[in-house]
T-cell receptor
Framework: GAVVSQHPSRVICKSGTSVKIECRSL??????MFWYRQFPKQSLMLMAT?????????EQGVEKDKFLINHASLTLSTLTVTSAHPEDSSFYIC?????????????FGNGTRLTVT | GDSVTQMEGPVTLSEEAFLTINCTYT??????LFWYVQYPGEGLQLLLK?????DKGSNKGFEATYRKETTSFHLEKGSVQVSDSAVYFC????????????FGQGTELSVKP
């Protein structure tokens, strides 16, 4: 079945540094990928829609200059948390859909636990 | 805007008990509806889905029926197991927005032996 690989699974960084999270679709091509953020014991909040070859579409209230998204190929999207602060500590999850099938379900990565100290 | 509301957790059941997790939605148009499951420390896995009214999605003993008249998609299982302990998310796919999903707040299920 379709697999989405997310890397790293865990990262600890110091306040003020930047962290890059990768999301890859391993056996399918994805024109569109989605980035979610999940707080402890809460739902997934959609941060942005990542579109291959164009700018990401951010949800209201998400700082685009802080959460940089690049979708350079049909199998890779990256989320960079710039100048991270402790309040950015969270669980980040990406998802992708096979571009050749609109009705195919979204496939999720296993998430990245970011801790900013 | 589109939204999903789930019953609050945590839900604690004994093994072999009957499970219902309520989910209702508001949406423009005719969304597809999904249940996802998240095991501790992992990402989400699709459990089941329904794409139109009166469709029933089913998988691993779980079922949910798309009820347009009550805008609901309640998750049920006749006999839960300890291995079903997880967080369950109801979601809808927003019409005509490239597959974007809106999630409910999640319901934590704990099954005791």
């Amino acid at each position: 079945g379709a697999v989405v690989s997310q890397h790293p699974s865990r990262v600890i960084c110091k306040s003020g540094t930047s962290v890059k999270i990768e999301c890859r679709s391993l056996d399918f091509q994805a024109t569109t990928m989605f980035w979610y953020r999940q707080f402890p014991k809460q739902s997934l909040m959609l941060m942005a829609t990542s579109n291959e070859g164009s700018k990401a579409t951010y949800e209201q209230g998400v700082e685009k200059d802080k959460f940089l998204i690049n979708h350079a190929s049909l199998t890779l999207s990256t989320l960079t948390v710039t100048s991270a602060h402790p309040e950015d500590s969270s669980f980040y999850i990406c998802s992708a859909r096979d571009q050749d099938s609109y009705n195919s379900p979204l496939h999720f990565g296993n998430g990245t636990r970011l801790t900013v100290t | 805007g589109d939204s999903v509301t789930q019953m609050e957790g945590p839900v604690t059941l004994s093994e072999e008990a009957f499970l219902t997790i309520n989910c209702t939605y508001t949406a423009t148009g005719y969304p597809s509806l999904f249940w996802y499951v998240q095991y501790p420390g992992e990402g989400l896995q699709l459990l089941l889905k329904a794409t139109k009214a009166d469709d029933k999605g089913s998988n691993k003993g779980f079922e949910a029926t798309y009820r347009k008249e009550t805008t609901s998609f309640h998750l049920e299982k006749g006999s839960v197991q300890v291995s079903d302990s997880a967080v369950y998310f109801c979601a809808l796919k927003v019409y005509n927005q490239g597959g974007k999903l809106i999630f409910g707040q999640g319901t934590e299920l704990s099954v005791k032996p």
